[in-house]
């Protein structure tokens, strides 16, 4: 059993739900079957982070780079949001989750969009847990379309160069309202960050395990916790100031 401090949850988790192409390799399956078990995963982690009282959790699933896979397996990932969009309304309703998406949506097949669309204004209203989906989602993307904006609106001369803080910044890009994430978890292994939220994880926590995501389940997201737990969050100051403020 993994000893959990629910006094100090992490109030926004991130994962980059990574590994379902090699899950499958390594059974000698085609990638696509990975994809189709990584569905159970998200199903499973969502519960497991409602149960546990996590406010946010988002959920990397479609990078902008990964419009550059094959055709196929593009599309069995589209099929795939798209079938989990319309199985998952009824538990989202049931469990009180709101959903939210980030990332060009427009890029979408239609059928997608409105697939995210009705399960957005259907759960609108939910106030157990938000879900944000990042589809179609690159950070660097996301802060040049905000610059551009900001960059327009000083050009029409409605906001002064002065007027560009941190915080601006921070409501222009598609993550506007939600904080930034605690955690960031990532499965299978990789190093990196493969473009999420670039701006958002500046004072992240991250953990990587190397489970694929397909076998990636409550337990390792309750482990991924434990060692949140475990770590001091010192945001740029020293030790002992942290224990004196955490003391407070
Ligand atoms: C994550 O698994 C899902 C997406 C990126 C869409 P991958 O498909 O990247 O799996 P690996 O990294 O090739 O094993
Ligand atoms: C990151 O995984 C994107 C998602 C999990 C959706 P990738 O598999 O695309 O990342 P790289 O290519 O290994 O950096
Ligand atoms: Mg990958």
């Known amino acids: 059993m993994v000893e959990i ?9 991130a994962i980059i739900m990574d590994g379902n192409g090699r899950w499958a ?10 994809h189709r078990r990584g569905k159970d995963s998200v199903k499973d982690v969502v519960e497991a982070a409602r149960r546990l009282g ?3 959790l988002s959920l990397y699933a479609f990078s902008s780079e990964n419009w550059q896979r094959p055709k196929t397996e593009v599309q069995a990932l589209m099929r795939f949001l798209r079938h989990y969009l319309a199985s998952e309304i ?3 309703m049931k469990h009180g989750i709101r959903l939210e998406a980030i990332g060009n949506l427009r890029r979408l097949p239609p059928e997608v969009q409105t697939a995210l669309r009705k399960a957005i204004h259907q759960t609108r209203d939910n106030d157990g847990m938000t879900v944000v989906l990042a589809v179609s989602y690159g950070s660097r993307e996301e802060i040049t379309e905000a610059a551009r904006s900001i960059a327009a609106e000083v050009h029409r001369g409605e906001l002064a160069p002065d007027e560009v803080t941190e ?11 939600i904080p930034d994430p605690d955690l960031l978890i990532r499965t299978s292994g990789e190093m990196r960050v493969s473009n999420f939220q670039l701006w958002q994880i500046a004072y992240t926590e991250i953990y990587v395990t190397d489970t694929r995501w397909p076998d990636f389940r409550e337990q390792n997201f309750l482990e991924a916790i434990a060692h949140y737990q475990q770590r001091e969050r010192r945001f740029g100051r020293t030790q002992e100031q942290t224990k004196l403020r955490a003391a407070h």
């Open 5 to 13: 401090d629910k006094e100090r949850l992490p109030r926004h988790v």
């Open 25 to 34: 390799t390594q059974r000698g399956l085609n990638r696509i079957a990975g």
């Open 167 to 177: 915080e601006l910044v921070a409501s222009r890009l598609s993550t506007a309202g």
């Open 54 to 56: 996590i406010e946010y």
């Open 90 to 92: 009824k538990r989202m």
